[in-house]
C-alpha cells in the first residue's frame, strides 16, 4: 500500500462486548490462502434466503424510501459457475434484485462479481467459494463493497457468510457503517444451458481489461515521495479506492478497509453520484450526433418529455447539458457573480430523489419546478433533476427513429460500452407500476468499477475512437475536451461570450457533465482547464493533456460533526500529475 505518511484511517469500529465473534471478520478469510489446494468445479444455483443484518454503527432510519428495510439482506437466487479456479456469478455486474422476500421486502438489491474457489488442507472434503458481493439501492445510488463466502462438498452448500465493510458517500441513509452475517442457502440444479460458453466469456472479460498494476510499482520508478499527494487532498480515511491510467496501464491503490484490504480491489464496483454525469449525457450525446449528426444537441426536451412547462420547448438538448436549462426551485435570481449550487437541494429533493416512478418523479417536480427569467443556455445552475429528464428525453428520441422497443442504456451498453470493453454496466432505472421496463437515471445510478472508468476515460481522449472504429462524433468531443463554449460557473453568459463582466475566463467551467478545473502548469506556464468528472462524496475522474487519468473514490459524505474530509489545497493531486510528467 502506497499512501501519504501523515494520511490515517478509520479505526475498526468498536465491537459489542460480547466478543469478536460478533462482528466482521478479517477479509482475507474470503480470499484462498498461499498454500490452498485446487478445487473441484462448482456448478449450480443457490435459493439464498433473507436475513437480518448485525450493523454498526447502528442504523436509525431503516426505511429511507419508505419501501423497503434497510436492515435486511434480501432473498436472493444466484447462479454460479467456476472456470480456472475463479467463481463466476452468472448475474455478474448486474442489480439482482430480490426474488423471494419472505414478506417483509429488502432495501437492498446485490451485485456479484467474479470470486475464487479453493480448498484448505484441513476441510474434511469440503471447498470454499468466495466471491465480491456489493450491497446497493435502486432508490438511491450508493453501495458497500461486500465479501460472501460458502462451503461446498458435491451437491451439498453451507451457510452463506456476508460481510459489508466499505461503502462510497451515503445519502438516503446517513449513517456511514459495516454489516454482516449469515442466512440459509440451498443448492438447485444449475439452468445454463452452455457453462463451456459461459466459462469462455467469463476468461474472455478477464482478458479485456486493461493491463494492471499495484501503485506500487509505479512508485519504485520516481524518486521516493513524488506520489505521496495521489489521492489528496481528500484523507485517505474518507477514500475508498484511487487508480491512475499511465500508457494504457491502471495503476491502483489497495483497498483498505476496517477488516484490512479489500481481496479483490478490481471487482469492487461504486456508486459513483455525479460522475454518472459526465458518463451516460455525452456517451449519449456524442454518440447519437455520430449517428444522426450534431442537429441532436438542439432538439428541444420539451418535445420529447411530456407534461412539462412551455419553456421546456426553447430548452435545447445541449442547454440541459451544459446545466442552463433555464429552469429552478426556490433559487434565487442573482447572476452577478452567479452561484451554481443556488436551489440545488431545496423545495422537495428528498422527495423527488425517492420517487420510484417517472410520472412520481415529475409529480415532484411540478411542486416547486419553477422558470427563471432568463433564456435558456446563458446561466448555469446545478439541477439533478435536468440530467433525469435529459435522459428521458434521450429515450424518447431514440425511440422515434428506432421504434419502442428500443432503450438509451441499451444503446450506450451494446455501442458504446461493449466496443470499449465493458461488457457490463448496471444502473438505477425507475421502477413502473405498469411492470413496464423504467427509464435509466442519467443524473447518478451507475455502478463502474475502476476499469470501466478508465477505458470511459481513455475513450475522451482518444477522441471517440476505439483503434479504428469511431464510436463518438469526434469534433464535437473534442470541442468537448476543449471545453470549447463552456459555461462560467459563476458567471451569466447574456454579458458576453465569456460569461463575466471581467473578460477572460477565470474560475471553473462546465460542460455536458464536466467541470473544467483551472489549472497553470508548473514548468510550462501554461493555463489548462482539466476535463474532470466530479461525484458526491469528493469522488473525481480527472483527465490529463499528457494522456494520464487519475481517479479518486471516496465517502466523504454526511460526515460525522467536526470531521473535515480535506486536508489541503484542491489541486495537490494535479501538481503530483505534473512533476510525474509536466503538462
Known amino acids: ?81 467456476t472456470a480456472d479456479g475463479v467463481l463466476v456469478p452468472l448475474q455478474r455486474g448486474q442489480m439482482v434484485r430480490e426474488t423471494n422476500s419472505g414478506g417483509t421486502p429488502s432495501f437492498w438489491c446485490v451485485i456479484p462479481q467474479l470470486g475464487r474457489v479453493w480448498r484448505g488442507r ?55 457503517f459495516v454489516a454482516w452475517g449469515t442466512t440459509e442457502t440451498r443448492w438447485m440444479e444449475p439452468r445454463t444451458a452452455d457453462p463451456a460458453a459461459q466459462r469462455a466469456q467469463a476468461l474472455a472479460e478477464i482478458d479485456r481489461r486493461l493491463p494492471n498494476r499495484p501503485l506500487n510499482d509505479l512508485a519504485r520508478e520516481f ?160 439541477r439533478d433533476q435536468d440530467y433525469y429528464l435529459l435522459g428521458a428525453a434521450l429515450d424518447r428520441f431514440l425511440k422515434s427513429v428506432r421504434g419502442q422497443q428500443a432503450d438509451i442504456w441499451d444503446m450506450l451498453r451494446v455501442e458504446v460500452f461493449k466496443p470499449i470493453g465493458i461488457p457490463q454496466a448496471p444502473v438505477v432505472r425507475t421502477r413502473e407500476r405498469d411492470g413496464r421496463r423504467g427509464i435509466p437515471w442519467f443524473h447518478a445510478g451507475y455502478y463502474p468499477l475502476l476499469d470501466d472508468l478508465g477505458k470511459i476515460a481513455l475513450l475522451y481522449q482518444n477522441r471517440g475512437a476505439a483503434g479504428s472504429r469511431q464510436i463518438l462524433h469526434r469534433g464535437l468531443t473534442e470541442d468537448l475536451l476543449s471545453a470549447r463554449d463552456a459555461l462560467v460557473q459563476g458567471g451569466d453568459a447574456s454579458l ?25 502548469g508548473a514548468v510550462s506556464g501554461r493555463q489548462y482547464f482539466l476535463p474532470t468528472m466530479h461525484g458526491w462524496g469528493e469522488s473525481e475522474v480527472v483527465l490529463y493533456p499528457n494522456s494520464l487519468i487519475t481517479i479518486r473514490i471516496a465517502k466523504a459524505g454526511q460526515l460525522p460533526a467536526g470531521e473535515s474530509a480535506s486536508s489541503g489545497a484542491a489541486t495537490r493531486t494535479i501538481r503530483m500529475v505534473d512533476r510525474m510528467s509536466p503538462l
Open 122 to 176: 484441513a476441510e474434511g472434503g469440503w471447498s470454499t467459494a468466495a466471491f465480491p458481493l456489493m450491497l446497493v439501492s435502486n432508490s438511491d445510488t450508493h453501495a458497500h463493497q461486500g465479501l460472501a463466502r460458502f462451503r461446498y462438498k458435491d451437491r451439498q452448500v453451507s451457510e452463506l457468510e456476508f460481510q459489508f465493510v466499505q461503502q462510497t458517500a451515503p445519502y438516503l441513509l446517513k449513517e456511514h
Open 496 to 520: 458576453g461570450p465569456n460569461g463575466t463582466e471581467r473578460g477572460p475566463r477565470t474560475g471553473n467551467l462546465y460542460k455536458m457533465g464536466f467541470h473544467f478545473t483551472p489549472y497553470v
Open 223 to 382: 524518486q521516493r515521495g513524488r506520489l505521496n499527494e495521489f489521492g489528496a487532498p481528500v484523507r485517505e480515511r474518507w477514500r475508498v479506492q484511487t487508480g491512475l491510467v499511465r500508457d494504457g496501464t491502471l495503476y491502483y491503490q489497495e483497498a483498505r478497509t476496517p477488516y484490512g484490504n479489500y481481496p479483490y480491489p478490481l471487482e469492487m464496483r461504486f456508486g459513483v453520484r455525479s460522475i454518472h454525469k459526465g458518463i451516460a449525457v455525452p456517451l449519449a450525446l456524442l454518440r447519437l450526433a455520430q449517428l444522426y449528426g450534431p442537429y441532436v444537441l438542439s432538439l428541444k426536451v420539451g418535445d420529447y418529455v411530456e407534461g412539462l412547462d412551455a419553456k421546456y420547448r426553447r430548452v435545447r438538448f445541449l442547454d440541459v447539458a451544459n446545466m442552463a436549462s433555464g429552469f429552478g426551485g426556490s433559487g434565487s435570481w442573482k447572476t452577478h457573480p452567479n452561484d451554481p449550487q443556488d436551489g440545488y437541494l431545496d423545495g422537495q429533493y428528498h422527495e423527488w430523489m425517492a420517487a420510484r416512478s417517472h410520472a412520481d418523479k415529475l409529480g415532484q417536480m411540478s411542486l416547486t419546478d419553477r422558470p427563471y427569467p432568463w433564456e435558456p443556455g446563458m446561466v448555469m445552475r446545478y
Open 1 to 81: 500500500m502506497y499512501h501519504t505518511a501523515n494520511d490515517e484511517y478509520d479505526e475498526r469500529p468498536a465491537m459489542p462486548e460480547s466478543g469478536m465473534s460478533d462482528s466482521p471478520i478479517a477479509n482475507e478469510a474470503f480470499f484462498p490462502e498461499p498454500d490452498a489446494e485446487a478445487a473441484p468445479d462448482f456448478s449450480g444455483t443457490l435459493r439464498i434466503c433473507p436475513a437480518r443484518m448485525r450493523m454498526l454503527p447502528e442504523v436509525q432510519h431503516l426505511k429511507p424510501d419508505g419501501h423497503g428495510d434497510a436492515g435486511l439482506f434480501p432473498g436472493l437466487t444466484l447462479e454460479f459457475i
